[in-house]
């Protein structure tokens, strides 16, 4: 079982920075591959990007590639987002989750979802 809480949301004009962490309890958190998914209003949640247990290996959706990173310490139990040139269009509940099965770019290999935390991005 893994227990996740994301926070560091807010508002930010566009092309500013925003960093988003997940707190992760639980001793396995180290076999975990670790993802944010993101949902807008009205829209599916969709993937972003996701690193495996080591921090050795990441991926990326192309919406997001050159501009975010995701990186993890494994000692603190800690997953982190670093936003970067945000676009209005990156307006989302930002949500991290755990699994141990592919694809990892799917949501329904997840089974633990932490509740998200909101961030807006004004043009």
């Known amino acids: 079982q893994v227990q996740l809480v994301e926070s560091g949301g807010g508002l930010v004009q566009a092309g500013g920075s925003l960093r988003l962490s997940c707190a992760a309890s639980?001793?396995?958190?180290?076999?975990?591959?670790m993802a944010w998914f993101r949902q807008a209003p009205g829209k599916e949640r969709e993937f972003v990007a996701d690193i495996s247990w080591t921090g050795g290996s990441t991926y990326y959706d192309d919406s997001v590639k050159g501009r975010f990173t995701i990186s993890r310490d494994n000692a603190k139990n800690m997953l982190y987002l670093q936003m970067n040139s945000l676009k209005p269009e990156d307006t989302a509940a930002y949500y991290c989750?755990?699994?141990?099965?592919?694809?990892?770019?799917?949501?329904?290999?997840?089974?633990?979802w932490g509740q998200g935390t909101q961030v807006m991005v004004s043009s």
């Open positions: 989750a755990a699994s141990q099965s592919r694809p990892y770019y799917e949501k329904s290999a997840y089974p633990y």
């Open positions: 639980g001793r396995t958190f180290n076999r975990y591959t």
